[in-house]
Protein backbone atom coordinates (compact mmCIF):
# COMPACT_ATOMS: atom_id res chain seq x y z
CA UNK A 1 0.00 0.00 0.00
CA UNK A 2 1.23 3.49 -1.22
CA UNK A 3 2.05 5.76 1.88
CA UNK A 4 3.08 9.78 1.64
CA UNK A 5 4.65 12.06 4.62
CA UNK A 6 4.72 15.62 3.94
CA UNK A 7 7.56 17.55 5.77
CA UNK A 8 9.01 21.19 5.74
CA UNK A 9 8.98 24.23 7.92
CA UNK A 10 5.26 25.08 9.40
CA UNK A 11 6.46 28.78 9.54
CA UNK A 12 7.87 30.73 6.80
CA UNK A 13 8.13 34.68 6.33
CA UNK A 14 6.41 36.99 3.68
CA UNK A 15 8.20 37.06 0.11
CA UNK A 16 10.26 33.96 1.23
CA UNK A 17 10.12 30.46 -0.69
CA UNK A 18 8.17 27.68 1.40
CA UNK A 19 9.39 24.23 0.63
CA UNK A 20 7.79 20.94 1.50
CA UNK A 21 8.90 16.76 0.62
CA UNK A 22 6.54 14.22 0.09
CA UNK A 23 8.01 10.59 0.80
CA UNK A 24 6.77 7.82 -0.71
CA UNK A 25 6.58 4.42 0.09
CA UNK A 26 5.35 1.04 -0.44
CA UNK A 27 5.80 1.81 -4.05
CA UNK A 28 8.57 3.68 -6.64
CA UNK A 29 7.96 7.21 -7.60
CA UNK A 30 8.76 6.08 -11.20
CA UNK A 31 6.16 3.61 -11.80
CA UNK A 32 4.14 4.54 -14.42
CA UNK A 33 0.87 6.26 -14.51
CA UNK A 34 1.14 7.37 -11.32
CA UNK A 35 0.43 11.36 -10.91
CA UNK A 36 1.99 12.95 -7.86
CA UNK A 37 0.09 15.97 -6.49
CA UNK A 38 -0.04 18.87 -4.11
CA UNK A 39 -3.15 20.16 -2.64
CA UNK A 40 -3.76 23.01 -0.05
CA UNK A 41 -6.57 23.47 2.15
CA UNK A 42 -6.99 27.14 3.75
CA UNK A 43 -8.51 27.30 6.69
CA UNK A 44 -12.47 26.84 6.52
CA UNK A 45 -12.13 26.11 2.86
CA UNK A 46 -12.51 23.78 0.04
CA UNK A 47 -9.35 21.96 -1.77
CA UNK A 48 -7.00 23.46 -4.04
CA UNK A 49 -5.15 21.76 -6.55
CA UNK A 50 -1.89 23.05 -6.85
CA UNK A 51 -0.12 20.85 -9.45
CA UNK A 52 1.11 17.81 -10.55
CA UNK A 53 4.47 15.88 -11.74
CA UNK A 54 3.96 12.38 -13.60
CA UNK A 55 5.99 9.80 -14.02
CA UNK A 56 8.28 11.28 -17.07
CA UNK A 57 9.05 14.55 -14.96
CA UNK A 58 6.39 16.43 -16.72
CA UNK A 59 4.58 18.94 -14.41
CA UNK A 60 1.35 20.47 -14.57
CA UNK A 61 0.18 23.14 -12.60
CA UNK A 62 -2.27 25.65 -11.38
CA UNK A 63 -2.32 28.75 -13.85
CA UNK A 64 -2.90 31.05 -10.67
CA UNK A 65 -0.06 29.65 -9.12
CA UNK A 66 2.31 28.48 -12.01
CA UNK A 67 4.41 31.60 -11.90
CA UNK A 68 5.86 30.51 -8.61
CA UNK A 69 5.53 27.53 -8.62
CA UNK A 70 8.34 24.57 -9.00
CA UNK A 71 7.17 20.62 -8.47
CA UNK A 72 10.11 18.26 -8.79
CA UNK A 73 10.65 14.94 -8.56
CA UNK A 74 13.96 13.28 -6.18
CA UNK A 75 14.18 9.64 -7.49
CA UNK A 76 16.88 8.36 -5.51
CA UNK A 77 15.04 9.67 -2.42
CA UNK A 78 11.78 8.18 -3.56
CA UNK A 79 10.19 11.84 -2.86
CA UNK A 80 8.78 14.90 -4.28
CA UNK A 81 8.65 18.46 -3.54
CA UNK A 82 7.14 21.78 -3.83
CA UNK A 83 8.62 25.25 -4.02
CA UNK A 84 6.00 28.05 -3.86
CA UNK A 85 7.90 31.47 -4.28
CA UNK A 86 7.26 35.40 -3.12
CA UNK A 87 4.42 33.90 -0.39
CA UNK A 88 2.20 36.05 1.02
CA UNK A 89 -0.41 35.69 4.17
CA UNK A 90 -3.12 34.14 1.25
CA UNK A 91 -0.69 30.99 0.97
CA UNK A 92 -0.93 30.06 4.72
CA UNK A 93 -3.21 25.99 4.62
CA UNK A 94 -2.73 22.73 5.13
CA UNK A 95 -0.74 20.90 2.27
CA UNK A 96 -1.58 17.70 1.15
CA UNK A 97 0.53 15.19 -1.06
CA UNK A 98 -1.50 12.89 -2.90
CA UNK A 99 -1.11 10.28 -5.54
CA UNK A 100 -3.24 9.39 -8.56
CA UNK A 101 -3.28 6.65 -11.14
CA UNK A 102 -4.15 7.42 -14.68
CA UNK A 103 -4.10 5.65 -18.02
CA UNK A 104 -5.13 6.76 -21.23
CA UNK A 105 -5.95 10.31 -19.79
CA UNK A 106 -8.64 8.51 -17.18
CA UNK A 107 -8.10 8.61 -13.75
CA UNK A 108 -8.70 6.52 -10.36
CA UNK A 109 -9.02 10.00 -8.56
CA UNK A 110 -6.46 10.17 -5.49
CA UNK A 111 -6.82 7.52 -3.25
CA UNK A 112 -3.45 8.45 -1.88
CA UNK A 113 -2.66 11.09 0.95
CA UNK A 114 -0.33 12.12 2.95
CA UNK A 115 -1.48 13.45 6.59
CA UNK A 116 -1.38 17.26 5.62
CA UNK A 117 0.83 19.95 7.34
CA UNK A 118 0.10 23.32 8.28
CA UNK A 119 2.03 26.12 6.87
CA UNK A 120 1.43 29.50 8.85
CA UNK A 121 3.21 32.57 6.33
CA UNK A 122 4.05 35.40 9.14
CA UNK A 123 6.82 37.72 10.68
CA UNK B 1 -16.05 31.22 -4.70
CA UNK B 2 -15.15 27.52 -6.50
CA UNK B 3 -16.51 26.81 -9.63
CA UNK B 4 -18.00 23.81 -8.82
CA UNK B 5 -21.28 24.45 -6.18
CA UNK B 6 -22.63 22.83 -3.46
CA UNK B 7 -24.94 23.28 -0.86
CA UNK B 8 -23.12 24.53 2.35
CA UNK B 9 -24.43 21.80 4.15
CA UNK B 10 -27.17 18.47 4.43
CA UNK B 11 -28.42 16.29 7.51
CA UNK B 12 -30.59 13.41 8.16
CA UNK B 13 -31.33 11.66 11.24
CA UNK B 14 -30.00 7.91 11.18
CA UNK B 15 -31.10 5.45 8.45
CA UNK B 16 -31.94 8.50 6.30
CA UNK B 17 -30.87 9.03 2.78
CA UNK B 18 -29.23 12.29 1.79
CA UNK B 19 -27.77 13.51 -1.50
CA UNK B 20 -25.59 15.89 -2.33
CA UNK B 21 -25.55 17.55 -5.34
CA UNK B 22 -22.84 19.37 -7.30
CA UNK B 23 -23.16 21.84 -9.97
CA UNK B 24 -21.00 22.91 -12.36
CA UNK B 25 -20.54 23.48 -16.45
CA UNK B 26 -19.67 21.98 -19.83
CA UNK B 27 -16.21 22.57 -19.33
CA UNK B 28 -15.67 20.88 -16.37
CA UNK B 29 -18.05 17.93 -14.90
CA UNK B 30 -20.25 18.14 -18.45
CA UNK B 31 -17.19 17.02 -20.26
CA UNK B 32 -15.43 15.29 -17.64
CA UNK B 33 -15.59 12.28 -14.85
CA UNK B 34 -17.09 13.41 -11.03
CA UNK B 35 -15.14 12.40 -8.26
CA UNK B 36 -16.42 12.66 -4.39
CA UNK B 37 -14.07 12.48 -1.16
CA UNK B 38 -15.31 12.61 2.35
CA UNK B 39 -13.30 14.77 4.69
CA UNK B 40 -13.49 14.59 8.40
CA UNK B 41 -12.36 17.65 10.08
CA UNK B 42 -8.37 17.53 11.14
CA UNK B 43 -7.95 14.64 8.71
CA UNK B 44 -6.80 14.08 4.93
CA UNK B 45 -9.72 13.74 2.29
CA UNK B 46 -10.59 9.98 1.16
CA UNK B 47 -11.60 8.99 -1.78
CA UNK B 48 -15.23 8.10 -2.00
CA UNK B 49 -16.48 7.63 -5.70
CA UNK B 50 -14.44 7.64 -9.11
CA UNK B 51 -15.59 8.20 -12.17
CA UNK B 52 -19.03 9.30 -11.69
CA UNK B 53 -20.09 6.33 -9.89
CA UNK B 54 -16.99 4.25 -8.99
CA UNK B 55 -16.38 3.02 -5.42
CA UNK B 56 -12.55 1.90 -4.31
CA UNK B 57 -12.50 -1.12 -2.59
CA UNK B 58 -13.89 -0.87 0.95
CA UNK B 59 -16.34 2.31 0.47
CA UNK B 60 -19.75 0.85 1.61
CA UNK B 61 -22.07 0.37 -1.26
CA UNK B 62 -24.23 2.65 1.10
CA UNK B 63 -22.27 5.45 -1.00
CA UNK B 64 -23.42 6.34 -4.69
CA UNK B 65 -22.44 8.66 -7.18
CA UNK B 66 -24.18 9.93 -10.23
CA UNK B 67 -23.97 12.34 -13.06
CA UNK B 68 -26.31 14.17 -15.61
CA UNK B 69 -25.42 17.13 -18.06
CA UNK B 70 -23.32 19.30 -15.79
CA UNK B 71 -24.56 18.32 -12.61
CA UNK B 72 -23.40 15.07 -10.66
CA UNK B 73 -25.04 14.02 -7.27
CA UNK B 74 -23.59 11.98 -4.37
CA UNK B 75 -26.30 9.80 -2.19
CA UNK B 76 -25.68 8.24 1.27
CA UNK B 77 -28.76 5.35 1.97
CA UNK B 78 -28.61 4.00 5.56
CA UNK B 79 -27.02 7.27 7.10
CA UNK B 80 -24.44 6.47 9.92
CA UNK B 81 -23.00 9.18 12.71
CA UNK B 82 -19.86 8.08 11.29
CA UNK B 83 -20.84 9.51 7.56
CA UNK B 84 -20.74 13.26 9.67
CA UNK B 85 -18.03 14.58 7.53
CA UNK B 86 -17.20 17.36 4.75
CA UNK B 87 -18.06 16.11 1.35
CA UNK B 88 -15.97 17.17 -1.92
CA UNK B 89 -17.16 16.85 -5.29
CA UNK B 90 -13.99 16.91 -8.03
CA UNK B 91 -13.28 17.09 -11.19
CA UNK B 92 -10.82 18.34 -14.32
CA UNK B 93 -12.07 21.96 -15.44
CA UNK B 94 -11.52 21.97 -19.50
CA UNK B 95 -10.82 26.21 -19.57
CA UNK B 96 -8.56 26.28 -16.48
CA UNK B 97 -6.53 23.00 -17.30
CA UNK B 98 -6.82 21.77 -13.66
CA UNK B 99 -8.35 20.08 -11.51
CA UNK B 100 -11.41 22.04 -9.42
CA UNK B 101 -12.97 21.39 -6.20
CA UNK B 102 -16.61 22.15 -5.13
CA UNK B 103 -16.78 24.04 -1.59
CA UNK B 104 -18.06 21.59 0.29
CA UNK B 105 -20.93 20.24 1.95
CA UNK B 106 -20.79 19.71 5.56
CA UNK B 107 -23.27 16.71 6.45
CA UNK B 108 -24.53 16.53 10.09
CA UNK B 109 -26.22 13.43 11.39
CA UNK B 110 -28.88 14.17 13.46
Known amino acids: QVQLQESGPGLVKPSQTLSLTCAVSGGSIRSRGYFWTWVRQRPGKGPEWIGYIYDSGSTHYNPSLKSRLIISLDTSKNQFSLKLSSVTAADTAVYYCAGDYCIDGVCSGYDYWGQGTLVTVSS | QSVLTQPPSASGTPGQRVTISCSGS????????VYWYQQVPGTAPKLLIFRNNQRPSGVPDRFSGSKSGTSASLAISGLRSEDEADYYCATWDDTLSGWVFGGGTKLTVL
Open chain 2, 26 to 33: SSNIGNNY
